[in-house]
Protein backbone atom coordinates (compact mmCIF):
# COMPACT_ATOMS: atom_id res chain seq x y z
CA UNK A 1 0.00 0.00 0.00
CA UNK A 2 1.07 3.39 -0.98
CA UNK A 3 -1.06 5.15 1.86
CA UNK A 4 -1.55 8.91 1.52
CA UNK A 5 -0.12 10.70 -1.61
CA UNK A 6 -0.07 14.32 -2.15
CA UNK A 7 1.51 16.13 -5.77
CA UNK A 8 2.79 18.28 -6.14
CA UNK A 9 5.52 18.35 -2.87
CA UNK A 10 6.36 21.38 -3.66
CA UNK A 11 4.77 24.39 -5.49
CA UNK A 12 5.46 28.55 -6.38
CA UNK A 13 2.60 30.44 -7.91
CA UNK A 14 1.92 33.64 -8.41
CA UNK A 15 -0.76 35.71 -6.69
CA UNK A 16 -4.33 35.05 -8.51
CA UNK A 17 -3.68 32.06 -9.96
CA UNK A 18 -5.24 28.62 -9.56
CA UNK A 19 -4.48 25.33 -8.62
CA UNK A 20 -5.53 21.97 -7.19
CA UNK A 21 -3.52 20.08 -4.73
CA UNK A 22 -3.76 15.67 -5.29
CA UNK A 23 -4.48 13.85 -2.80
CA UNK A 24 -5.03 9.88 -2.91
CA UNK A 25 -5.50 6.79 -0.21
CA UNK A 26 -5.71 3.44 -0.94
CA UNK A 27 -6.63 2.49 2.45
CA UNK A 28 -10.35 2.60 1.65
CA UNK A 29 -10.78 5.11 4.79
CA UNK A 30 -14.01 7.12 4.83
CA UNK A 31 -12.41 10.16 6.88
CA UNK A 32 -10.33 12.31 4.77
CA UNK A 33 -8.87 15.84 5.22
CA UNK A 34 -7.07 18.75 4.82
CA UNK A 35 -4.74 20.97 7.23
CA UNK A 36 -2.47 23.53 6.88
CA UNK A 37 0.67 24.08 8.32
CA UNK A 38 2.28 27.34 9.33
CA UNK A 39 5.13 28.60 12.24
CA UNK A 40 3.49 28.11 15.44
CA UNK A 41 0.05 27.83 14.39
CA UNK A 42 -0.02 24.18 14.35
CA UNK A 43 -2.11 22.22 12.06
CA UNK A 44 -5.57 23.72 10.82
CA UNK A 45 -8.10 22.34 9.44
CA UNK A 46 -9.32 23.52 6.08
CA UNK A 47 -12.26 20.91 5.14
CA UNK A 48 -13.05 17.70 5.82
CA UNK A 49 -15.48 14.80 3.96
CA UNK A 50 -16.68 11.49 5.88
CA UNK A 51 -17.28 9.91 2.31
CA UNK A 52 -17.82 10.18 -0.91
CA UNK A 53 -20.09 12.95 -2.12
CA UNK A 54 -19.59 14.87 1.14
CA UNK A 55 -17.52 17.56 2.00
CA UNK A 56 -17.98 20.32 5.51
CA UNK A 57 -15.47 23.00 6.06
CA UNK A 58 -13.07 23.10 9.02
CA UNK A 59 -11.42 25.70 10.60
CA UNK A 60 -10.30 28.02 7.79
CA UNK A 61 -11.88 27.23 4.92
CA UNK A 62 -12.09 30.90 2.56
CA UNK A 63 -10.09 30.60 -0.16
CA UNK A 64 -10.45 26.59 -0.77
CA UNK A 65 -12.73 24.23 -2.22
CA UNK A 66 -12.80 20.36 -2.43
CA UNK A 67 -15.09 17.84 -3.57
CA UNK A 68 -14.63 13.83 -2.93
CA UNK A 69 -16.22 12.04 -6.35
CA UNK A 70 -14.45 8.78 -5.08
CA UNK A 71 -13.63 7.21 -2.16
CA UNK A 72 -9.54 7.52 -2.59
CA UNK A 73 -9.17 11.07 -3.84
CA UNK A 74 -9.82 14.71 -2.32
CA UNK A 75 -8.49 17.04 -4.50
CA UNK A 76 -8.11 20.47 -2.79
CA UNK A 77 -8.79 23.76 -4.91
CA UNK A 78 -6.97 27.14 -4.83
CA UNK A 79 -9.57 29.51 -6.35
CA UNK A 80 -7.07 32.14 -6.99
CA UNK A 81 -4.07 32.23 -4.78
CA UNK A 82 -2.88 34.86 -1.92
CA UNK A 83 0.14 35.50 -0.45
CA UNK A 84 -1.73 34.45 2.76
CA UNK A 85 -1.80 30.51 1.53
CA UNK A 86 1.69 30.20 1.46
CA UNK A 87 2.05 27.23 3.62
CA UNK A 88 2.55 23.30 4.44
CA UNK A 89 -0.96 21.19 3.17
CA UNK A 90 -1.08 18.31 4.74
CA UNK A 91 -3.71 15.43 3.28
CA UNK A 92 -4.73 12.96 6.10
CA UNK A 93 -7.17 10.50 6.06
CA UNK A 94 -8.74 7.75 8.37
CA UNK A 95 -11.43 4.90 9.01
CA UNK A 96 -14.06 7.67 10.66
CA UNK A 97 -13.73 10.76 12.07
CA UNK A 98 -13.74 11.07 16.05
CA UNK A 99 -14.83 7.78 16.99
CA UNK A 100 -12.44 5.24 17.98
CA UNK A 101 -10.16 3.70 15.77
CA UNK A 102 -9.77 7.00 14.44
CA UNK A 103 -6.02 7.08 13.78
CA UNK A 104 -4.66 10.00 11.15
CA UNK A 105 -2.75 8.69 8.31
CA UNK A 106 -0.88 11.91 6.99
CA UNK A 107 0.26 12.36 3.30
CA UNK A 108 3.83 13.92 2.79
CA UNK A 109 2.77 17.43 2.51
CA UNK A 110 2.87 19.81 -0.21
CA UNK A 111 4.64 22.72 0.12
CA UNK A 112 3.49 26.00 -1.48
CA UNK A 113 4.56 29.54 -1.79
CA UNK A 114 2.29 32.74 -3.06
CA UNK A 115 4.24 35.38 -4.64
CA UNK B 1 -15.04 27.10 18.32
CA UNK B 2 -12.94 24.69 20.19
CA UNK B 3 -9.08 25.71 21.14
CA UNK B 4 -6.13 22.85 21.77
CA UNK B 5 -3.46 24.90 23.45
CA UNK B 6 -0.23 23.02 24.50
CA UNK B 7 2.84 24.73 26.35
CA UNK B 8 5.37 24.75 26.16
CA UNK B 9 6.02 26.12 22.62
CA UNK B 10 9.10 24.85 22.84
CA UNK B 11 12.02 22.87 24.88
CA UNK B 12 15.03 22.70 24.69
CA UNK B 13 16.87 19.82 26.80
CA UNK B 14 19.89 17.68 26.98
CA UNK B 15 20.12 14.15 26.39
CA UNK B 16 19.03 11.95 29.47
CA UNK B 17 16.71 14.76 30.61
CA UNK B 18 13.07 14.36 31.26
CA UNK B 19 10.47 16.06 28.86
CA UNK B 20 6.52 16.91 29.51
CA UNK B 21 4.58 18.07 27.36
CA UNK B 22 1.19 19.61 28.15
CA UNK B 23 -2.39 19.71 26.28
CA UNK B 24 -5.18 21.57 26.90
CA UNK B 25 -8.74 21.90 25.52
CA UNK B 26 -11.65 24.62 25.56
CA UNK B 27 -14.18 21.66 25.65
CA UNK B 28 -14.56 18.25 26.84
CA UNK B 29 -12.86 15.77 24.03
CA UNK B 30 -14.42 12.33 22.90
CA UNK B 31 -10.57 10.78 22.75
CA UNK B 32 -7.25 12.47 22.26
CA UNK B 33 -4.83 11.78 19.69
CA UNK B 34 -0.94 12.19 19.87
CA UNK B 35 1.60 12.84 16.86
CA UNK B 36 5.09 13.44 16.36
CA UNK B 37 7.11 15.55 13.66
CA UNK B 38 9.90 15.17 12.77
CA UNK B 39 11.81 18.38 11.09
CA UNK B 40 10.97 18.28 7.63
CA UNK B 41 8.65 15.63 7.49
CA UNK B 42 4.73 14.81 8.20
CA UNK B 43 2.66 14.06 11.87
CA UNK B 44 2.47 10.64 12.54
CA UNK B 45 0.16 9.04 15.11
CA UNK B 46 1.66 7.75 18.37
CA UNK B 47 -1.45 7.17 20.50
CA UNK B 48 -4.74 7.31 21.31
CA UNK B 49 -6.44 8.01 24.78
CA UNK B 50 -10.43 7.26 25.17
CA UNK B 51 -11.28 7.08 28.82
CA UNK B 52 -11.59 9.57 31.78
CA UNK B 53 -8.18 9.41 33.93
CA UNK B 54 -6.34 6.88 31.47
CA UNK B 55 -2.64 6.65 31.60
CA UNK B 56 -0.77 4.62 28.73
CA UNK B 57 3.26 3.83 28.05
CA UNK B 58 5.09 2.96 24.86
CA UNK B 59 8.71 2.36 26.13
CA UNK B 60 10.28 5.87 27.59
CA UNK B 61 6.45 7.70 26.70
CA UNK B 62 3.98 7.88 29.12
CA UNK B 63 0.57 9.58 28.10
CA UNK B 64 -2.70 10.61 30.05
CA UNK B 65 -5.94 11.60 29.67
CA UNK B 66 -7.47 14.04 32.61
CA UNK B 67 -10.22 13.23 34.42
CA UNK B 68 -12.48 16.24 32.82
CA UNK B 69 -11.21 14.45 29.30
CA UNK B 70 -10.22 18.20 28.93
CA UNK B 71 -5.95 17.88 29.44
CA UNK B 72 -3.60 15.78 28.54
CA UNK B 73 0.05 15.21 29.18
CA UNK B 74 3.06 13.40 27.30
CA UNK B 75 6.17 12.45 29.59
CA UNK B 76 9.66 11.70 27.94
CA UNK B 77 11.93 9.48 30.39
CA UNK B 78 15.48 10.25 29.55
CA UNK B 79 15.39 11.84 26.58
CA UNK B 80 17.64 10.74 23.56
CA UNK B 81 18.36 11.94 20.31
CA UNK B 82 15.84 10.52 18.53
CA UNK B 83 13.39 12.28 20.34
CA UNK B 84 13.50 15.52 18.40
CA UNK B 85 10.73 16.56 16.81
CA UNK B 86 7.42 18.39 17.44
CA UNK B 87 4.93 16.82 19.67
CA UNK B 88 0.59 17.12 19.03
CA UNK B 89 -1.86 16.28 20.88
CA UNK B 90 -5.49 16.00 18.78
CA UNK B 91 -8.95 16.04 19.96
CA UNK B 92 -12.56 15.79 18.48
CA UNK B 93 -14.84 17.46 20.71
CA UNK B 94 -17.49 15.02 22.47
CA UNK B 95 -20.51 14.57 20.46
CA UNK B 96 -18.75 15.25 17.36
CA UNK B 97 -17.76 12.98 15.35
CA UNK B 98 -15.66 14.19 12.34
CA UNK B 99 -13.94 16.85 13.21
CA UNK B 100 -10.41 16.46 14.81
CA UNK B 101 -8.67 19.86 16.42
CA UNK B 102 -4.73 19.39 16.45
CA UNK B 103 -2.86 21.51 19.19
CA UNK B 104 -0.47 23.96 18.69
CA UNK B 105 2.36 21.86 19.25
CA UNK B 106 5.60 21.17 21.36
CA UNK B 107 8.80 21.20 19.78
CA UNK B 108 12.17 19.21 21.20
CA UNK B 109 15.28 19.72 21.06
CA UNK B 110 17.60 17.15 22.38
CA UNK B 111 21.24 18.12 22.24
CA UNK B 112 23.97 16.04 23.62
Known amino acids: NAGVTQTPKFQVLKTGQSMTLQCAQD?????MSWYRQDPGMGLRLIHY???????DQGEVPNGYNVSRSTTEDFPLRLLSAAPSQTSVYFC??????????????FGPGTRLTVL | GQQVMQIPQYQHVQEGEDFTTYCNSS?????IQWYKQRPGGHPVFLIQ?????EVKKQKRLTFQFGEAKKNSSLHITATQTTDVGTYFC????????????FGTGTRLQVTL
Open chain 1, 27 to 31: MNHEY
Open chain 2, 27 to 31: TTLSN
Open chain 2, 49 to 53: LVKSG
Open chain 2, 90 to 101: AGPPTGTASKLT
Open chain 1, 49 to 55: SVGAGIT
Open chain 1, 92 to 105: ASSYSGGRGGSTQY
